[in-house]
């Protein structure tokens, strides 16, 4: 059996552990968002560690609900998931919990080429002793350049969003509270850096959801980050939000009449969570696979199929052109300074501490 330099150090590291390469568990649970993002962990991570290694990995589509389905794995005690991707601020909350495992990136993720620790390489993206990053995306919006009003600037900012005389027609957003309440407070006139502050109080969160109010008839809610790219190519709705490597795939990949709207973008990070508690041998073979699917050239691999942006800074100078399309991949990433004027970073601290109860004013908003 061939092997790469990663696998064969990652293999190397859970041998030192007691545990050999036959008892570790032949078969992995992998949770992901599906769609675009899946398909390029597919091709990136899953298809040249199941080549050199044998063993089957199944893939999940689970992600938007891991933090409850995870919570009540753990008081079944059954947890019947390996390694599950989520966003920055739901892997503080499953650390915070004790539902992720914590890791040392110096012993569980391989050095940069040139030697460079992974805590160095990665940096301000190990937001939590749990989280793994993976790569830097943002929630954007879409909209279909066929349905731009005779005569109007085609809409290039979050906020358009809310005008609905300059452009009719149904919208999508994601139905959960995080970038809908900044978006709604930035787009009534408050400054970003007040957003935070003022949503912790109930007349700020009053103003975010009365600003809602004013395209919530005209809004279709999505749960999965798919829905908006198909209702785009299906002519359904006139603009919505989801991520920016779905938009990606339904105007580059796809060829469909879309567009992006990039300012007031959330940039967000996205990476692995390992869960507490598994048996030896299934968490034997995560961390073989979580060193090998993070190091330096694969994650630059996976920005050959979706535009968004290695954790490691190591990878950075490898991205190329997409790998089928032949496209230059960098001016696509939400981090290129072309794309919008504006831009935030999701607050994972503060959602950590605040989303709970958010989500569920958010529900009870979205009954009413």
């Not at 879409?142 to 009719?168: I, K, M």
């Not at 490597?245 to 105007?251: A, D």
């Not at 399309?325 to 605040?354: C, E, Q, R, S």
């Amino acid at each position: 059996m061939k092997m790469t330099k990663t696998l064969m150090a990652s293999t190397a590291l859970s041998l030192a552990a007691g545990m050999s390469f036959a008892e570790m568990a032949n078969e992995m649970t992998i949770v992901s968002w599906g769609g675009a993002y899946s398909a390029s962990q597919q091709k990136a991570y899953h298809d040249p560690y199941m080549a050199n290694t044998g063993i089957t990995i199944i893939n999940d589509e689970s992600s938007p609900e891991a933090v409850a389905k995870l919570r009540a794995m753990n008081e079944a005690g059954n947890i019947t998931w390996d390694l599950v991707d989520v966003e920055a601020a739901d892997a503080i909350r499953l650390c915070d919990e004790g539902l992720a495992l914590e890791i040392d990136p110096d012993e569980a993720l391989a050095a940069a080429p040139d030697g460079t620790s992974a805590t160095d390489d990665f940096g301000d993206m190990l937001v939590s002793d749990c989280f793994i990053p993976q790569i830097v995306f943002s929630t954007t919006f879409g909209y279909r350049t066929d349905q731009v009003p005779a005569g109007v600037e085609p809409p290039d900012s979050a906020c358009d969003v809310f005008d609905l005389e300059t452009y009719p027609g149904k919208r999508a957003l994601n139905k959960r509270p995080i970038a809908n309440m900044e978006w709604a407070l930035i787009c009534d006139g408050v400054a970003y850096e007040d957003v935070y502050d003022l949503l912790e109080t109930d007349e700020g969160q009053a103003r975010a959801f009365a600003k809602l109010d004013t395209i919530k008839d005209q809004t279709v809610w999505w749960s999965a980050a798919a829905e908006t790219p198909q209702l785009l190519a299906d002519g359904e709705i006139f603009m919505g939000s989801t991520y920016n490597g779905r938009l990606f795939s339904v105007i580059a990949e796809q060829n469909q009449p879309v567009g992006m709207a990039w300012d007031w973008q959330m940039l967000d990070l996205d990476g692995w969570v390992i869960p507490a508690g598994l048996p030896e041998d299934r968490l034997a073979r995560v961390m073989d696979y979580v060193m090998f699917a993070t190091d330096t050239q694969r994650l630059a691999d996976q920005a050959q199929y979706i535009s968004y942006g290695p954790a490691r800074a190591s990878s950075a100078p490898l991205v190329g052109k997409h790998a089928e399309l032949g496209i230059d991949m960098g001016p696509h990433m939400p981090t290129d300074p072309a794309n919008g004027a504006n831009k935030f970073v999701n607050n994972y601290a503060w959602w950590a501490d605040y989303r709970d109860d958010l989500d569920a004013k958010f529900q009870a908003w979205l009954a009413q």
